[in-house]
């Protein structure tokens, strides 16, 4: 097994499978408030765990938010090479207006692989700084811009929307993504049994999926497919 295919599992929660309607026209009402958790999943793949997540949704006060995701190898070859991914997403949500980051960081260490990425959204500059190992990079802004990591609350925030597009800050540029509104079908998970309706990236299909309850703000599962045609998957053991 290839190192980096393990390591694949570091991108679960962040894999941009999220629905946002990145524009102030919106309709009404289209955002939930956002509430605090502690949500616990298993990392599974090709149908074992091997390892487990813990992400949390915490408040900053006012509008601005914080959202932490630690990963860590439990099992086989990620246990093996001490996989421990922590990934960091600060933004604001304001009332009806779309999710807008202000800060990302990302931080994977393993004993042959270890990786550091920040990005720093100046919207007075209308720009964003992207540190990458040793490289820096810089690129406008798009209005609504959100970190990859911040996505999974920007679809549960905005459940009852059904195709929306949304502008994501990556290494060297801010890629336009279109995200469309699947079934609804039972889905049993260590926490339970959910009523859990599917999104998935359209404009990539079979990129990944990520379920969703409109009881719970955190993601019930999420899915990615690996370059091998591997499938990670997350899934929803206990939230607080």
């Known amino acids: 097994m290839r190192l980096a295919v393990l390591l694949g599992l570091a991108a679960l929660p962040v894999?941009?499978?999220a629905v946002e309607?990145?524009?102030p026209a919106a309709p009404a009402a289209a955002y939930a408030p956002l509430k605090p958790f502690v949500a616990t999943y298993d990392v599974q793949r090709g149908g074992k765990t091997?390892?487990?997540a813990t992400m949390t949704l915490k408040a900053d006060g006012g509008d601005r938010w914080t959202l932490v995701t630690q990963t860590r190898g439990t099992a086989g070859m990620a246990k093996l090479f001490g996989l421990d991914v922590k990934e960091e997403s600060?933004?604001?949500a304001a009332g009806q207006s779309p999710l807008q980051s202000t800060a990302y960081n990302f931080q994977q260490e393993a004993t042959l692989k270890s990786r550091q990425r920040r990005i720093e959204f100046d919207w007075t500059a209308k720009e964003a700084r992207v540190?990458?190992?040793d490289e820096l990079f810089r690129y406008p802004?798009?209005?609504y811009s959100i970190d990859r990591h911040a996505v999974v609350i920007a679809l549960g925030r905005a459940q009852n929307l059904d195709q929306n597009t949304l502008q994501i800050a990556s290494k060297d540029a801010v890629e336009s993504q279109r995200y469309e509104r699947r079934e609804t079908q039972p889905l049993q998970l260590p926490a339970g049994r959910f009523e859990a309706t599917r999104y998935e990236r359209a404009d990539k299909p079979g990129k990944g999926s990520c379920w969703y309850t409109p009881e719970l703000l955190a993601p019930l599962q999420v899915e990615q497919t690996q370059?091998?045609?591997a499938s990670i998957?997350?899934?929803l053991r206990r939230v607080e």
């Open 15 to 17: 894999f941009a499978a």
């Open 21 to 23: 309607a990145n524009s």
């Open 141 to 143: 802004l798009q209005p």
């Open 227 to 229: 370059k091998d045609g």
């Open 50 to 52: 091997i390892g487990e």
């Open 90 to 92: 600060h933004f604001t």
């Open 131 to 133: 540190t990458d190992k």
């Open 233 to 235: 998957l997350m899934r």
